[in-house]
């Protein structure tokens, strides 16, 4: 899998070697969780809740999640 990722995706990958190298793999990890949950609680959650302000709204792991008649 790493080997058909540095192929498709060179640039993403030197990216990632270099950030393993300059911060370490612990940082680097908490860099992307950090990321992700930016993107998707402040991205993601917020144009759900502006397209649904009654729906609830949950967010479990990498996932939102609400009630089947929200989901579209």
Known sequence: MISAFKKAFPGV????????????SRNFALLIQRA????????AARKFHEEYPNAPIFSIH?????NE????
């Open 13 to 24: 990958n030197s990216w990632i070697e270099t950030a393993l190298r300059e911060i370490g």
């Open 62 to 66: 990498d996932g939102l999640y609400t």
């Open 36 to 43: 992700e949950s930016f993107i998707m609680i402040h991205n």
């Open 69 to 72: 008649e929200h989901i579209s």
